[in-house]
C-alpha cells in the first residue's frame, strides 16, 4: 500500500524547488524594439494578449474547451473536473495506443470484462457498460447493444489533435452514457494535416509481437473548403503471457489475442456545414470466454461500426446560433461464432438520431444553450434459433430529450445550471439538473459542482432485464469540489475532492444458464480525492498525480465487493500516482520516463473446493516506461522506447464476480515509431504537430 | 484501523494539501502585460480626435494613482509623438489632478473614480479610459475586456465620447464593441 504521507512529501518536494528562478522571461518588452512595436498596424492589435506571450502551461490552463459547457471556457473555470491532453503530449510519451493515454488521468483506470476485451474504470467504478461515452470529433462510440467500447490497439492514437476528459458525470449536456464520465478525442482535421501524415508502430514483447500498425492521413484546408480522409491499420496483441483459469486450464496469449484496428474517417466540410464518416471495423481473438479456458483455435470477434454525421451551423447573428445535426449508426459489435456451450451472437444495431441545438449569447457575460434530440433504436439478431425477448429478431425502441443551460459570468464568479429530460418508450424517463460555481482569481481558481447523472438502459439491459417491472434508469448525484492554484507562471497544483452517489445500478449477471441479464440492484460510488501538479519549463516538464477512492458506506452490490476490505472495491486499486518527466536537451530531442504507480488491488483469482472464488490482495505494480523522441528533420519523427521496463506483466482484473481470472497484459516491450508529415503550406507547419 | 481514524487521516490530508497551497502567497499570476495595454491607448490617442482648440501644444495623459502602467506609459511619453505633440505623462491623485488632461487612464484600482471623474470633465474634451471591464458603462469612453482565450479587446461607448466633443474614427469603432 502506497502510504499518504509519502505522497505528501513528493508533492512538497517538486512545488517547493523555486522554480521561478530557474525559468525564463517571457516579456514582450525585452524582445520587441520599442519604435517597431508601437507602430503596429490596427489589426495586429486584435492579437495582443491580456497578459502576453503565453508559456506552454499557460497555453494548456487557458485552453477552450466546450466539452463540459457547449460554451467555450478555460479549463480553469470549465464546469467540471478536467483532464487535457495534447498531440505533444502523446507523441513524447510514445503511447502504443489509448490505454496509455488514459491511465496517466487520475483516477483512470482499466480491466477485463469477457471475451478478451478490456474497459474503463473510473474512481473506482467500473464504467465499461454504460457510465463512461467516448466521443471522437463528437460522434457517439459506444456500442449501443450494450453501450460498451473496447480497449486496446483500438483508435489511432497519432492521428489525435487533443483529449478532453470529464472526469465527472455529463449527462446533463450528453444523456445516459455519460454517468460517470467523457472521453472527446478531437482528431487532426484538414487544416490541422495540412498536408499527408503518414506513420507506424512496431513492438516486440519477450515472446513475440505486441503492436504493429501503420496510419495514414490526408487533409487540407483551402478558403472555406475542408476535407481529410484518414486510416489505420494493424495487428497487436493484448499480450504474450500465459492465461490460467479457476481450473488450472491454460493457454498461452501469443497469437490467441489479437487486436486488430480498421479504422477509416472521411470528412468534408464548406463553412459551417460538414460530412463525416467513420468506419471502425476492430478485430480480436480470444480464449478466456467467460473465464473458463476456450478448448481448441482461438475465437475470432468482430466489432464493426459505421457512423455518419450531417451538420450545419447556421450563424443566425452575432448572438444567436443555430446547430441541426443528424447522425446514423450501425454497429455489430461482440459477433463470435458459437464456443463452449456459448450461442453464436450476431446481432445489428442502429441509431438514428437527429438533434437541434441553439446557443445565444445575450450579452457578454450570459448565454443559453438549449436544444432536443430525438433518436430510434433498431435491432436485428441474425442468428436463425436468437430471438428478442419480444420473441422476434427484430426490437425498435425511441427516445426524445430536451436540455437546456444557462451560463452567467460575474467578476465575483461563474454560474452555470442545466438539465436534461429524457423519454424512452419502454423503461421511462430520466431527469438530471446540474449547478456549478467556477472562478479564477489571479493565481488561485475553484470549482464546486453537483450534479446529477444517469444511464441509460442499452438495448441488450432493457432485453435482458429479468425483473417482471422492467429495467429503468440508474440514478446518480455526484459532488465536486476543485481548488488550483498557480505556483509562478509555470506550475500549477490543483487538488479535488468527489463524492459519487449510485441508486439502483443497473448490475450485470449470468443467470444459471449462463445467460446474460441486468436488474437493478442496491446501490453503489465512491468518494476520493484526486490531486494534480504539472511544471513546464523550456526543456523539462513534469507532471505527476495522485487518486484516491474509497468505497466505505457507498457499495451495495456483492457482486463488486471486497469482502476484507470496506474500501476497496474490486480490481481497482485506491492508490493511484501517475509521473511523467520530459527533457528536451535539445529542440529536436525528448526523452519522457513516465510511471504508473498501482496500490494494492483486490481480485478473484483461484476457487475453493466448492467452486466459490476466492478474494486475493495483489501487491503494488509499477509500471515504469522510458520513451525517445528525435526529429531530425523537420517532420519527421523517430522514436524509441520501452515499456514496462521492469517487467510487471500488468494484469486487467475483472471488477465483478463473474468468474473471470485477471487477464495478463503485455510484457516488457520495445518499441519503434515513425511518423512523417508533409506539409502542403509551410505557413502552418506547426499547427499539425 | 477504525472508522474513525480513517477520517482523521483523509481530512489530514486535505488539509495538508490546502496547507500546501497557502504556502505559496509570494507565487504570481499570469502578470498583465501591461506594454499590450499602453500599445492600445495609443492607439486611442491616434485615432480619437480632440477639438481644434486641444489640438495644439503637448498631450497630456493622466493617469490616476499608482499602476505598473506608468513606467509603460512614460517609455512610450519618451519614445512617440502624436501628430507632431510631445506626450506628457501626469500621474493624477485627486479627480481636480486632471484638469487640462486629454485622456485619463483609471487603472483597476482607481475604478470607483470613474463616475466622479465624468462629473468632473462633463462636457469637456477628455477621453476617460478605464482597466476593468464594465467601465464604459459606467461613464468611462473607452475600457478594456479581456475575453476568453485572454485576448486584449475594448468596450465603446460612443454616446459618452461624443459628450465629450471627442469623436472616434470608423476604423477603431469596428475593432471595439460598441456598448450603445
Same mark, same amino acid.
Not at chain 1, 454 to 466: C, K, L, M, Y
Not at chain 1, 631 to 652: A, H, R, T, W
Given at each position: 500500500?502506497?502510504?499518504?504521507?509519502?505522497?505528501?512529501?513528493?508533492?512538497?518536494?517538486?512545488?517547493?524547488?523555486?522554480?521561478?528562478?530557474?525559468?525564463?522571461?517571457?516579456?514582450?518588452?525585452?524582445?520587441?524594439?520599442?519604435?517597431?512595436?508601437?507602430?503596429?498596424?490596427?489589426?495586429?492589435?486584435?492579437?495582443?494578449?491580456?497578459?502576453?506571450?503565453?508559456?506552454?502551461?499557460?497555453?494548456?490552463?487557458?485552453?477552450?474547451?466546450?466539452?463540459?459547457?457547449?460554451?467555450?471556457?478555460?479549463?480553469?473555470?470549465?464546469?467540471?473536473?478536467?483532464?487535457?491532453?495534447?498531440?505533444?503530449?502523446?507523441?513524447?510519451?510514445?503511447?502504443?495506443?489509448?490505454?496509455?493515454?488514459?491511465?496517466?488521468?487520475?483516477?483512470?483506470?482499466?480491466?477485463?470484462?469477457?471475451?478478451?476485451?478490456?474497459?474503463?474504470?473510473?474512481?473506482?467504478?467500473?464504467?465499461?457498460?454504460?457510465?463512461?461515452?467516448?466521443?471522437?470529433?463528437?460522434?457517439?462510440?459506444?456500442?449501443?447493444?450494450?453501450?460498451?467500447?473496447?480497449?486496446?490497439?483500438?483508435?489511432?492514437?497519432?492521428?489525435?489533435?487533443?483529449?478532453?476528459?470529464?472526469?465527472?458525470?455529463?449527462?446533463?449536456?450528453?444523456?445516459?452514457?455519460?454517468?460517470?464520465?467523457?472521453?472527446?478525442?478531437?482528431?487532426?482535421?484538414?487544416?490541422?494535416?495540412?498536408?499527408?501524415?503518414?506513420?507506424?508502430?512496431?513492438?516486440?514483447?519477450?515472446?513475440?509481437?505486441?503492436?504493429?500498425?501503420?496510419?495514414?492521413?490526408?487533409?487540407?484546408?483551402?478558403?472555406?473548403?475542408?476535407?481529410?480522409?484518414?486510416?489505420?491499420?494493424?495487428?497487436?496483441?493484448?499480450?504474450?503471457?500465459?492465461?490460467?483459469?479457476?481450473?488450472?486450464?491454460?493457454?498461452?496469449?501469443?497469437?490467441?489475442?489479437?487486436?486488430?484496428?480498421?479504422?477509416?474517417?472521411?470528412?468534408?466540410?464548406?463553412?459551417?456545414?460538414?460530412?463525416?464518416?467513420?468506419?471502425?471495423?476492430?478485430?480480436?481473438?480470444?480464449?478466456?470466454?467467460?473465464?473458463?479456458?476456450?478448448?481448441?483455435?482461438?475465437?475470432?470477434?468482430?466489432?464493426?461500426?459505421?457512423?455518419?454525421?450531417?451538420?450545419?451551423?447556421?450563424?443566425?447573428?452575432?448572438?444567436?446560433?443555430?446547430?441541426?445535426?443528424?447522425?446514423?449508426?450501425?454497429?455489430?459489435?461482440?459477433?463470435?461464432?458459437?464456443?463452449?456451450?456459448?450461442?453464436?451472437?450476431?446481432?445489428?444495431?442502429?441509431?438514428?438520431?437527429?438533434?437541434?441545438?441553439?446557443?445565444?449569447?445575450?450579452?457578454?457575460?450570459?448565454?443559453?444553450?438549449?436544444?432536443?434530440?430525438?433518436?430510434?433504436?433498431?435491432?436485428?439478431?441474425?442468428?436463425?434459433?436468437?430471438?428478442?425477448?419480444?420473441?422476434?429478431?427484430?426490437?425498435?425502441?425511441?427516445?426524445?430529450?430536451?436540455?437546456?443551460?444557462?451560463?452567467?459570468?460575474?467578476?465575483?464568479?461563474?454560474?452555470?445550471?442545466?438539465?436534461?429530460?429524457?423519454?424512452?418508450?419502454?423503461?421511462?424517463?430520466?431527469?438530471?439538473?446540474?449547478?456549478?460555481?467556477?472562478?479564477?482569481?489571479?493565481?488561485?481558481?475553484?470549482?464546486?459542482?453537483?450534479?446529477?447523472?444517469?444511464?441509460?438502459?442499452?438495448?441488450?439491459?432493457?432485453?435482458?432485464?429479468?425483473?417482471?417491472?422492467?429495467?429503468?434508469?440508474?440514478?446518480?448525484?455526484?459532488?465536486?469540489?476543485?481548488?488550483?492554484?498557480?505556483?509562478?507562471?509555470?506550475?500549477?497544483?490543483?487538488?479535488?475532492?468527489?463524492?459519487?452517489?449510485?441508486?439502483?445500478?443497473?448490475?450485470?449477471?449470468?443467470?444459471?444458464?449462463?445467460?446474460?441479464?441486468?436488474?437493478?440492484?442496491?446501490?453503489?460510488?465512491?468518494?476520493?480525492?484526486?490531486?494534480?501538479?504539472?511544471?513546464?519549463?523550456?526543456?523539462?516538464?513534469?507532471?505527476?498525480?495522485?487518486?484516491?477512492?474509497?468505497?466505505?458506506?457507498?457499495?451495495?452490490?456483492?457482486?463488486?465487493?471486497?469482502?476484507?476490505?470496506?474500501?476497496?472495491?474490486?480490481?481497482?486499486?485506491?492508490?493511484?500516482?501517475?509521473?511523467?518527466?520530459?527533457?528536451?536537451?535539445?529542440?529536436?530531442?525528448?526523452?519522457?520516463?513516465?510511471?504508473?504507480?498501482?496500490?494494492?488491488?483486490?481480485?478473484?483469482?483461484?476457487?475453493?473446493?466448492?467452486?466459490?472464488?476466492?478474494?486475493?490482495?495483489?501487491?503494488?505494480?509499477?509500471?515504469?516506461?522510458?520513451?525517445?523522441?528525435?526529429?531530425?528533420?523537420?517532420?519527421?519523427?523517430?522514436?524509441?522506447?520501452?515499456?514496462?521496463?521492469?517487467?510487471?506483466?500488468?494484469?486487467?482484473?475483472?471488477?465483478?464476480?463473474?468468474?473471470?481470472?485477471?487477464?495478463?497484459?503485455?510484457?516488457?516491450?520495445?518499441?519503434?515509431?515513425?511518423?512523417?508529415?508533409?506539409?502542403?503550406?509551410?505557413?502552418?507547419?506547426?499547427?499539425?504537430? | 484501523?477504525?472508522?474513525?481514524?480513517?477520517?482523521?487521516?483523509?481530512?489530514?490530508?486535505?488539509?495538508?494539501?490546502?496547507?500546501?497551497?497557502?504556502?505559496?502567497?509570494?507565487?504570481?499570476?499570469?502578470?498583465?502585460?501591461?506594454?499590450?495595454?499602453?500599445?492600445?491607448?495609443?492607439?486611442?490617442?491616434?485615432?480619437?480626435?480632440?477639438?481644434?482648440?486641444?489640438?495644439?501644444?503637448?498631450?497630456?495623459?493622466?493617469?490616476?494613482? =499608482?499602476? +505598473?502602467?506608468?513606467?509603460?506609459?512614460?517609455?512610450?511619453?519618451? *519614445? $512617440? &509623438?502624436?501628430? !507632431?505633440?510631445?506626450?506628457?505623462?501626469?500621474?493624477?491623485?485627486?479627480?481636480?489632478?486632471?484638469?487640462?488632461?486629454?485622456?485619463?487612464?483609471?487603472?483597476?484600482?482607481?475604478?470607483?473614480?470613474?463616475?466622479?471623474?465624468?462629473?468632473?470633465?462633463? =462636457?469637456? +474634451?477628455?477621453?476617460?479610459?478605464?482597466?476593468?471591464?464594465?467601465? *464604459? $458603462? &459606467?461613464?468611462? !469612453?473607452?475600457?478594456?475586456?479581456?475575453?476568453?482565450?485572454?485576448?486584449?479587446?475594448?468596450?465603446?461607448?460612443?454616446?459618452?465620447?461624443?459628450?465629450?466633443?471627442?469623436?472616434?474614427?470608423?476604423?477603431?469603432?469596428?475593432?471595439?464593441?460598441?456598448?450603445?
Amino acid at each position: 500500500m502506497i502510504k499518504r504521507p509519502f505522497i505528501v512529501i513528493i508533492l512538497t518536494v517538486l512545488v517547493s524547488i523555486p522554480w521561478n528562478m530557474v525559468s525564463q522571461t517571457d516579456s514582450t518588452t525585452a524582445k520587441k524594439d520599442t519604435i517597431d512595436f508601437y507602430d503596429m498596424s490596427l489589426e495586429q492589435l486584435l492579437k495582443m494578449r491580456a497578459h502576453g506571450v503565453p508559456n506552454e502551461l499557460e497555453k494548456l490552463i487557458n485552453s477552450l474547451i466546450s466539452v463540459a459547457s457547449k460554451k467555450p471556457l478555460n479549463t480553469r473555470e470549465s464546469p467540471s473536473i478536467i483532464s487535457l491532453i495534447t498531440a505533444d503530449d502523446i507523441q513524447k510519451s510514445g503511447a502504443r495506443d489509448l490505454i496509455d493515454v488514459l491511465r496517466t488521468i487520475p483516477g483512470f483506470d482499466f480491466g477485463v470484462d469477457v471475451e478478451g476485451v478490456v474497459g474503463v474504470g473510473i474512481r473506482g467504478n467500473w464504467a465499461h457498460e454504460g457510465k463512461m461515452l467516448l466521443l471522437i470529433d463528437g460522434l457517439e462510440m459506444n456500442e449501443i447493444l450494450f453501450a460498451t467500447t473496447q480497449f486496446g490497439n483500438h483508435y489511432p492514437i497519432d492521428l489525435i489533435k487533443r483529449i478532453e476528459v470529464i472526469r465527472g458525470p455529463g449527462s446533463a449536456i450528453y444523456g445516459g452514457f455519460a454517468e460517470y464520465g467523457v472521453i472527446n478525442i478531437i482528431t487532426k482535421q484538414g487544416e490541422d494535416l495540412n498536408g499527408i501524415s503518414t506513420g507506424g508502430i512496431y513492438g516486440q514483447g519477450q515472446n513475440d509481437y505486441l503492436n504493429r500498425n501503420a496510419y495514414f492521413a490526408i487533409g487540407n484546408k483551402v478558403n472555406d473548403f475542408e476535407y481529410s480522409f484518414m486510416g489505420h491499420m494493424g495487428d497487436g496483441q493484448r499480450s504474450d503471457q500465459d492465461y490460467t483459469d479457476f481450473y488450472d486450464s491454460t493457454y498461452n496469449m501469443a497469437r490467441n489475442s489479437n487486436l486488430k484496428p480498421n479504422y477509416f474517417s472521411a470528412s468534408l466540410k464548406y463553412k459551417g456545414l460538414s460530412y463525416r464518416w467513420i468506419g471502425d471495423f476492430y478485430n480480436t481473438s480470444m480464449k478466456d470466454g467467460y473465464g473458463d479456458v476456450i478448448p481448441g483455435l482461438a475465437i475470432q470477434e468482430t466489432y464493426n461500426s459505421t457512423f455518419h454525421e450531417l451538420k450545419y451551423v447556421i450563424d443566425v447573428n452575432k448572438k444567436l446560433s443555430i446547430t441541426p445535426r443528424f447522425t446514423f449508426k450501425s454497429q455489430t459489435p461482440w459477433s463470435s461464432k458459437a464456443y463452449s456451450g456459448k450461442e453464436a451472437y450476431n446481432r445489428t444495431a442502429t441509431r438514428a438520431l437527429g438533434n437541434l441545438t441553439a446557443s445565444y449569447n445575450l450579452n457578454r457575460y450570459i448565454n443559453f444553450v438549449f436544444g432536443a434530440e430525438y433518436y430510434k433504436d433498431k435491432a436485428i439478431d441474425r442468428v436463425d434459433s436468437s430471438y428478442f425477448s419480444n420473441g422476434k429478431q427484430e426490437e425498435s425502441y425511441n427516445n426524445y430529450a430536451f436540455f437546456m443551460q444557462g451560463l452567467i459570468k460575474t467578476r465575483f464568479v461563474n454560474f452555470i445550471v442545466g438539465a436534461r429530460y429524457d423519454k424512452h418508450n419502454v423503461y421511462g424517463d430520466a431527469f438530471v439538473p446540474r449547478v456549478g460555481l467556477t472562478k479564477k482569481y489571479g493565481a488561485f481558481h475553484f470549482k464546486a459542482l453537483y450534479s446529477n447523472s444517469f444511464r441509460a438502459p442499452a438495448i441488450e439491459n432493457v432485453n435482458g432485464s429479468s425483473d417482471s417491472l422492467g429495467i429503468k434508469p440508474e440514478l446518480t448525484k455526484v459532488a465536486e469540489l476543485e481548488i488550483g492554484y498557480k505556483l509562478g507562471r509555470r506550475s500549477i497544483l490543483s487538488v479535488n475532492l468527489f463524492d459519487i452517489t449510485t441508486t439502483d445500478p443497473i448490475v450485470y449477471k449470468t443467470d444459471s444458464s449462463n445467460a446474460d441479464i441486468y436488474v437493478n440492484e442496491g446501490g453503489s460510488g465512491t468518494s476520493g480525492i484526486e490531486a494534480e501538479y504539472k511544471l513546464k519549463l523550456k526543456k523539462v516538464n513534469l507532471g505527476i498525480n495522485y487518486a484516491f477512492y474509497t468505497a466505505a458506506g457507498k457499495n451495495k452490490i456483492v457482486d463488486y465487493e471486497v469482502a476484507e476490505d470496506s474500501k476497496a472495491l474490486l480490481a481497482f486499486a485506491n492508490h493511484r500516482i501517475n509521473f511523467s518527466a520530459i527533457w528536451n536537451p535539445t529542440k529536436e530531442l525528448s526523452v519522457n520516463l513516465n510511471a504508473s504507480i498501482y496500490g494494492s488491488r483486490w481480485a478473484y483469482t483461484s476457487v475453493d473446493s466448492t467452486n466459490t472464488s476466492v478474494l486475493e490482495k495483489l501487491p503494488s505494480t509499477t509500471l515504469l516506461n522510458l520513451f525517445v523522441n528525435w526529429e531530425p528533420v523537420e517532420g519527421l519523427n523517430i522514436g524509441l522506447g520501452c515499456y514496462d521496463i521492469l517487467n510487471q506483466k500488468f494484469n486487467f482484473i475483472q471488477p465483478y464476480n463473474g468468474y473471470h481470472p485477471p487477464l495478463p497484459g503485455p510484457s516488457r516491450e520495445i518499441i519503434v515509431k515513425l511518423q512523417y508529415n508533409l506539409h502542403f503550406k509551410a505557413k502552418n507547419r506547426k499547427v499539425a504537430k | 484501523m477504525n472508522k474513525q481514524q480513517n477520517i482523521v487521516k483523509y481530512k489530514a490530508t486535505v488539509i495538508a494539501l490546502l496547507l500546501l497551497c497557502g504556502s505559496f502567497n509570494s507565487a504570481k499570476a499570469q502578470e498583465t502585460d501591461y506594454k499590450a495595454y499602453t500599445l492600445f491607448v495609443y492607439n486611442f490617442m491616434k485615432y480619437v480626435e480632440w477639438p481644434e482648440a486641444q489640438s495644439k501644444g503637448d498631450f497630456i495623459l493622466a493617469v490616476m494613482g =499608482d499602476s +505598473p502602467i506608468n513606467k509603460e506609459l512614460q517609455a512610450l511619453a519618451n *519614445a $512617440k &509623438k502624436i501628430k !507632431g505633440r510631445n506626450i506628457i505623462l501626469r500621474k493624477c491623485n485627486t479627480v481636480e489632478d486632471t484638469y487640462g488632461c486629454h485622456l485619463v487612464f483609471v487603472p483597476n484600482s482607481k475604478s470607483a473614480m470613474v463616475k466622479a471623474l465624468r462629473e468632473q470633465t462633463k =462636457d469637456k +474634451p477628455v477621453l476617460i479610459v478605464g482597466e476593468r471591464e464594465g467601465m *464604459a $458603462k &459606467k461613464g468611462a !469612453g473607452l475600457s478594456f475586456v479581456t475575453e476568453e482565450g485572454d485576448e486584449l479587446k475594448f468596450d465603446i461607448n460612443k454616446k459618452e465620447i461624443e459628450q465629450h466633443q471627442l469623436k472616434i474614427s470608423s476604423q477603431l469603432v469596428s475593432l471595439g464593441t460598441l456598448i450603445n
